[in-house]
């Protein structure tokens, strides 16, 4: 038997690319579905979201929640709270913003910075690890993790995805290997 698939590296050409990346992770988010999304400012955690709300249905407009701290949206099927902590300056916080119930229950949740919250924060089911790539300005590299029974369905779903029909701009990524896009 095959061990469950927990990670995948992918190269992201550009912010399109991620945005591939967010449509081809759509169809695994659902009810209760939570994805941290780590890496340094600007690396795309937002774009992404914009990105994977876009392919949920959503048509309005995606706030960056830097200030607000959470942006609720209404989906046809759930709802989704996207949240961002970069401002929180302890672990407390989340808990005293009362975000407990929205992380982790029936809705999903999207978390920007989740390390600033500390260990406290529910475990999600997927964890993607931007970062820049060398000196190109809009290429990423992503690290997409599985935490959960659901999050490896999620990846190996989308291996499958990326095996038959790589989105334009999304490429593996081995750590060994130089970066080479699709
Ligand atoms: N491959 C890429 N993926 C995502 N964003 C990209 C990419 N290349 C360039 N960008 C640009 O980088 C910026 C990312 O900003 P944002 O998503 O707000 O970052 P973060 O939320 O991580 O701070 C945007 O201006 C976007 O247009
Ligand atoms: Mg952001």
Not at 30 to 51: C, H, I, M
Not at 106 to 132: I, Y
Not at 162 to 174: E, K, N, Q
Request: net charge negative.
């Amino acid at each position: 038997m095959h061990a469950a698939l927990s990670e995948i590296s992918l190269l992201l050409a550009d912010e399109s690319a991620t945005g591939h990346l967010a449509a081809a992770l759509a169809p695994c988010v659902g009810p209760g579905f939570v994805v941290f999304l780590s890496g340094d400012l600007g690396t795309g955690k937002t774009a992404f979201t914009r990105a994977l709300l876009r392919a949920l249905g959503h048509t309005g407009r995606v706030r960056s929640p830097t200030f607000t701290l959470a942006e609720p949206y209404n989906l046809s099927r759930f709802d989704l709270y996207h949240f961002d902590f970069y401002r929180f300056s302890n672990e407390n916080e989340w808990r005293d913003a009362g975000f407990e119930e929205s992380i982790g229950g029936d809705c999903a949740a999207v978390v920007e910075w989740p390390e600033l919250a500390g260990p406290g924060l529910p475990a999600p089911d997927l964890w993607l690890r931007l970062r820049t790539a060398g000196d190109d300005a809009s290429s990423r590299i992503v690290d997409v993790l599985a935490h959960s029974v659901r999050g490896q369905t999620c990846l190996s779903a989308l291996s499958d995805t990326l095996a038959r029909a790589a989105p334009a701009g999304v490429g593996c990524w081995a750590p060994s290997a130089p970066p080479s896009s699709a």
